[in-house]
Nanobody, 121 residues
Framework: VQLQASGGGLVHPGGSLRLSCAASGFSLDSYAIGWFRQSPGKQRAGVLCRDKWGIIYSADSERFSISRDNAKDTFYLQMDNLEPEDTAVYYC??????????????????WGQGTLVTVSS
């Protein structure tokens, strides 16, 4: 399983950003996928996870959504109405199975290099 996140950058408060995760070595359909983040001085925390049946966990279902393009072996994190507290390095992850608490604690079996999101005016 290989994963590579991209799409981070600087965004103003209230803005939106879409992160991408290029996946290889597994089927997006058969694995649970998701995103987690880590801010300076804080533990990593799950943002959103889903499996083939639907959303497992979301830190903020009104602002964060996940989608995937199986043809491109890529999945995405759409983030809207961003706040300075969302500033973090974001990672995409995958696991054969992940439960709610494991997602919340970002206990993925595999993850790749992260991408930095900075929300600032």
């Amino acid at each position: 399983v290989q994963l590579q996140a991209s799409g981070g950058g600087l965004v103003h408060p209230g803005g939106s950003l879409r992160l991408s995760c290029a996946a290889s070595g597994f089927s997006l359909d058969s694995y649970a996928i998701g995103w987690f983040r880590q801010s300076p001085g804080k533990q990593r925390a799950g943002v959103l996870c889903r499996d083939k049946w639907g959303i497992i966990y979301s830190a903020d279902s009104e602002r964060f959504s996940i989608s995937r393009d199986n043809a491109k072996d890529t999945f995405y994190l759409q983030m809207d109405n961003l706040e300075p507290e969302d500033t973090a390095v974001y990672y995409c992850g995958a696991a054969p199975f992940i439960g709610v608490e494991a997602c919340r604690r970002a206990e993925f079996a595999s993850w790749g290099q992260g991408t930095l999101v900075t929300v600032s005016s």
